[in-house]
């Protein structure tokens, strides 16, 4: 436990700063962006209780809004998907629940369960994120098609960091 | 009571989901219709120098560009000077120059966007170098946008690439007249309404402001007709390339039009009556 709380903390800077500097600034053809900070509240213990998710997705969106300067958007998006991460969670959850000591990852429960478990809560946020930005419905096929586009960015970013960046 | 204690301890986690949702959209509310100039202002002393450390590193980069740009406008400008005119009156002080409408600003873009909804642009002048709201920006390449707020050293700019900014605009051939309105999709493609029916449009016509907000002098590029398309029977729609390339923003110019306030005064007058 005592491990766990630094590495989350480094994690959470880290992510902020990637998606702020970097990630931030690619658009692929106009408006396709990726938005791989969420992988901080993917990458939470099993045993984080929801009130804490919540607190963490509303602190973790607010830091992006802050410097994208899109107050309260980002919040909503992650505050949402933290609320689902437990019902998904249970959704997908193995035969025999999940181990104590183990977390989320693909080292412990293989490519098909991260991708499928990612990919859901990803969507959702997504979805929340562009609807909220637009804040209409009579766009809302052009919104949908920006929402599928970013979130295969989005998954397959996320993925593959958990081969290159996040092994362990 | 204790049934309404054991309800909130229950549902604590929906709870708390539907509070901090509610703030969430309240912040919203509060801080996106207009740009609160405070929190630019606190956001800047705190990321001011890695954006401008940034930005220097970018500029650099571009260089080359930019010089050929200025090289090229210097060459305009040069050939803009009365002295370079025939004067048929032997004298250079006789020329009658008409009072100066319009007045430049020069500025560098710090911050910009082109993949949301409503992208704003900041730039390092402001109150002190005489920008105010509402004026208008261009650049080298044509318009850009429209002063929203202004502090000591700062303004943003509410790009052409916001859905909430219709600027009045004209062919440039034949003088018809309508607005620009951004879809929200591409950063380079903008739309011209109500062109009536009547108008020849030709492909590759050129699309400039029209002056009669003020805000922008007559003859701004905005871009050139890449298709066009009734709609609903009554107006054309016309799809029109950007000149401006607002990926590569880098310096600006501010318009001040020193007489607007007067067009303003003499136009409500006339609506009141």
Known sequence: ?168 | MKSLLRFLIRYHSTILFLVLEIIAFILIARFNSFHNAKIYSAKNRVLGNITSMYRDFSQYLRLIDENKALRKENIRLYNLLPANYYNPVSHYDTVILGEKKYEFIGAVVINNSTNKQYNYITINKGRKHGIEPEMGVICNDGIVGVVKETTENFSTIVSLLNRDFFPNAMIKRNGFFGYIEWLGRRYNKVVLKEIPLHAEILIGDTITTSGYSGIFPEGILIGVVEKFEAEQGIFYKVYVNLSTNFKRLSNVVVVNNRMREEQLKVEQSTEHD
């Not at chain 1, 969420?38 to 992006?64: D, K």
């Not at chain 1, 410097?67 to 980002?74: A, K, L, Y």
């Open chain 1, 1 to 168: 436990m005592i491990k766990v709380l630094p590495r989350n903390i480094i994690r959470f800077i880290a992510l902020v700063m990637a998606q702020v500097l970097v990630f931030n600034n690619i658009e692929i053809s106009g408006f396709i962006n990726p938005y791989i900070y969420v992988l901080f509240i993917l990458l939470l213990p099993f045993e984080t209780p929801t009130w804490m998710l919540l607190m963490l997705g509303a602190l973790l969106g607010l830091s992006i809004d802050i410097f994208s300067e899109t107050i309260g958007m980002h919040m909503v998006a992650t505050i949402a998907m933290a609320f689902l991460r437990p019902f998904v969670l249970s959704v997908f959850s193995p035969r025999d629940g999940y181990e104590t000591g183990t977390f989320p990852r693909v080292s412990y429960y293989g490519l098909q369960w991260f991708f499928k478990y990612a990919a859901v809560l990803i969507i959702a946020h997504h979805l929340v994120l562009f609807y909220t930005e637009i804040f209409r419905l009579h766009d809302f096929f052009a919104t949908f098609f920006r929402v599928v586009l970013s979130a295969m960015f989005s998954i397959s970013m996320i993925v593959l960091s958990q081969y290159f960046i996040f092994r362990k």
